[in-house]
């Protein structure tokens, strides 16, 4: 696939990058070598590969979940501008 001067202009309007304009044949040639890449990439057959989250098979060390401190809301409800019922209380943002 390739990517024309106006699309990479277009991209990088909606990235919020400024790129001046004798930078756009290079960023349409650089978006077109990803999107090639890409292509390349769907036409591995992955049929019955588990997806994976490392290449070796381990899990994360995990701690004890305990409490260690606290059991004194009252304390740091004091510190929040608005309490309501034993939380903190912000303002509504969504209408």
């Known amino acids: 696939m390739s990517i024309d001067i106006d699309t990479a202009r ?6 919020r990058i400024r790129v001046p304009e004798d930078h ?21 057959d992955v049929e ?6 490392s290449v070796t098979p381990m899990r994360l060390k995990r701690r004890v979940d305990e409490v260690t401190d606290g059991g004194y809301p009252e ?10 019922e034993g939380f903190f209380a912000v303002p509504k943002v969504v209408e």
């Open 48 to 53: 019955g590969v588990e997806p994976m989250t």
């Open 75 to 84: 304390k740091i409800l004091k510190n929040a501008p608005y309490a309501r």
């Open 10 to 15: 277009k991209v990088a309007h909606l990235a």
């Open 24 to 44: 756009l044949p290079e960023l349409a040639q650089e978006l077109s070598s990803i999107l090639t890449f890409m292509e390349q990439l769907n036409e591995v």
